[in-house]
């Protein structure tokens, strides 16, 4: 811990750090060290983040993974090393639908099969070489990855999101952040509708009730009774008379949040496990229709657009970054008093964390059943089977 400016604070030494998954004791310590299981399909960035010929680093629970698109427009996901002296492959350069290394120009298929030697092999044979790769795919507007094993893919869907498909899609907004906070603080702030007074100037909630919480398999279900849509901006936007807005149903769909209110305004939120306090967070809003203030007449659709980004920018974006400022302070705060006692009066939070440490340990028992020489090293030591290609 040195150069922890707590130290320099204090000119003590600190007590020894949150326990590994392994060693952890009580829910919230075995929570904040659990990953999420990699046998799910999850979302790395938007498809414009990526044009032809790029590449684009992410990471998976710690472990570094690139994306390339190729020339053709095909995507494509490797383990972010060169296998010759483990330089990121993010750094090199798409050459057709090969990656070539910076270093030493060895080039690599989609598959991770070097494809390519730039240079003297000194009279060896060609050696076959390849690093894992991992299976893509792209859904409403996002590219996913899965980065666990292979042969589960197929049998993982991604949300099906019908109300962005067809001929009358509905309105849509989306938003990304990478936050500096464990996956399940963000899972239980997106959910948990006890810090409304965290939103005081927006109020897109208040006066939030309780009304039902359930583990069904692996899912948590949940409902407010609440005042949704109240800022002095947004309120008028929503026709009260014809949508519902005094509850919420919301899913721990686990690893996917989303939410409902009155049928009519809706959000799924996909969260990218990048490390043990790093999350990339996917929201994705969309709303049937949106009210002309003073009338019930709806906004032409040609003009949602436009209308979503103004919203975006004016109201639901700093929103989010209220959120993301709490889940960051939250998660040097559980650093710095991770012994403390923890005071927790919302149960849906409760079934969050029960939910995301089964799924971890149920993880956790597959691997140790699988042979794994190489791939994702989860946090008690062990490490993710590694995918084709491994």
């Known amino acids: 811990m040195t150069g922890d400016p707590r130290r320099a604070r204090t000119g003590r030494p600190l007590p020894p750090g949150p326990a590994t998954f392994a060693e952890a004791r009580g829910k919230r310590a075995r929570v904040r060290a659990a990953g999420m299981d990699p046998d799910y399909w999850y979302a790395v960035a938007h498809e414009s983040e990526l044009p032809r010929g790029k590449t684009l680093a992410t990471r998976f629970w710690g472990h570094p993974i690139v994306v390339y698109r190729g020339a053709d427009g095909s995507l494509h996901a490797l383990e972010d090393r060169c296998a010759h002296r483990q330089l990121r492959l993010s750094g090199g350069e798409v050459n057709g639908c090969h990656l070539t290394c910076t270093y030493h120009g060895w080039t690599y298929d989609g598959e991770g099969n070097v494809v390519h030697y730039a240079h003297d092999l000194f009279g060896r044979a060609r050696p076959e070489v390849r690093v894992p790769a991992y299976p893509v795919t792209t859904r409403h507007g996002l590219i996913w990855i899965f980065p666990g094993d292979p042969a589960l893919a197929g049998a993982r869907t991604i949300p099906a999101i019908p109300e962005l498909s067809g001929s009358r899609p509905w309105a849509r907004l989306d938003a ?193 059943a699988r042979p794994h020489p190489s791939g994702i090293a989860t946090a008690d030591g062990r490490v993710i089977p590694p995918p084709r290609g491994g």
């Open 176 to 368: 990304v952040y990478t936050w500096q906070a464990h996956h399940s603080m963000i899972i239980d702030n997106v959910s948990d509708f006890t810090h409304s007074y965290l939103h005081r100037r927006y109020r897109p909630f208040w006066d939030a009730k309780l009304t039902r919480h359930e583990l069904i398999e692996d899912r948590v279900e949940l409902s407010y009774e609440t005042r949704v849509g109240g800022g002095r901006l947004t309120s008028g936007f929503v026709d009260r008379s014809r949508v519902d807005t005094t509850s919420i149903e919301l899913a721990f769909d686990y690893p996917y949040q989303r939410s409902d209110t009155g049928g009519s305004i809706k959000h799924w939120c996909f969260v990218l496990p990048m490390d043990r306090r790093t999350s990339r967070v996917f929201f994705v809003f969309y709303f049937d229709a949106v009210t002309i203030p003073g009338t019930r007449w709806t906004l032409p659709r040609r003009l949602l657009p436009h209308f979503m980004r103004v919203a975006g920018a004016l109201v639901v974006k700093p929103l989010l970054c209220e959120d993301g400022a709490a889940v960051e302070a939250e998660q040097l705060g559980y650093e710095t008093h991770y012994a403390a006692p923890i005071v927790e009066l919302n149960p849906a939070v409760g079934l969050f964390q029960d939910l995301t440490i089964r799924k971890w340990e149920e993880f956790l028992d597959r691997d140790r």
